[in-house]
C-alpha cells in the first residue's frame, strides 16, 4: 500500500477547542462528510503535523473516515505550558475534544494515539468509557521506564534537591524543563491499573514496532496480558515512530476502524 494523498474530496478546517481550563486547543478537522470522526493524538513533545498523524489522516480520508488531529497543551499551536507527566490531564483534553464533536452532532468512532498519545487513549478508555474503539501505537506500559535515560540515573536525588532538572537537546542547548511535580504525576500513573478498568466491549488495537529503541516493544505485549478485547500487531523491523512503516501502519490502522464501523465486529479478538 502507498502513502495515501489527500482525497480532494476532504475538507480542512482549522478548529479552536477549549478544555476545562479555559486553554485553547487548536486542530485540523478532516472531513469527509460523515457523522463518524476519529480522533488522532500526538505523542510526547510532538504535535498534530508529526508524520503519523499527518498519514494516518490522510489515509483515513482516503476511507471516507473524517478526522480530527490537535495539540495537546504546550504543543504545537495550543495554549498552555509543556508537562513531562500531565497524562490523566491529557486524557481529561481529550474528552473536551470528544464532547466537542458529539454536541456537534458527530459519533466519535474512534480515539488513535501515538507514543505518550497511546498511553492518554488507554487512559480515556479506562475513565469515561464512550469510545468503543482505542489504538495504542508504542504506547509505553510502565511509566517509570525511559525515565533515567532522559534524566540520568540520579535524577530523583537532582530534582529533590533544585526542584526541577533541564533537559538539553542532543546538539546542545535548553529543550525542556521537568519539575518534580510533573515528574510525580509521571511515576505515579499507573497504566496497567486504568488497562483492567476498560471495558469489555471497547476493542483496543496496539500497534508496536519490534525494533523500538524508545518504549520496548515487550510493553505491548504486557497490554495484550491484560486488556480483555485486545489485539496486537507487531510490525516487524519498525521504529517507534514506524518511519520507514507509515504504509503498513495505516493499512492496520484504518482497517481496524473500518472493522469497528461493522455492527457484528465487535467481539473480542
Known sequence: MALPTQNPAVEQHRLIIPNKHGEKLVGILQDSGTKEIVILCHGF???KESNTNVNLAAALGSAGISSFRFDFPGNGESDGSFQYGSYWREADDLYAITQHFHESNHVVSAIVGHS???GVVLLYASKYRDVKTVVN???RYDLKGGVEERLGKDYMERIRNEGFIDVQKKSGGFNYRVTLESLLDR???NMHEASLQIDNE???LTVH???DTTVPVEDAYEFAKIIPNHKLHIIEGANHSFSEHQDVLASVVVNFIKESLLPDTRTAS
Open 45 to 47: 513533545r510532538s504535535s
Open 116 to 118: 505518550k498519545g497511546g
Open 137 to 139: 501505537l508504542s504506547g
Open 187 to 189: 511515576l505515579d500513573t
Open 202 to 204: 471497547c476493542r483496543v
Open 209 to 211: 514496532g519490534s525494533s
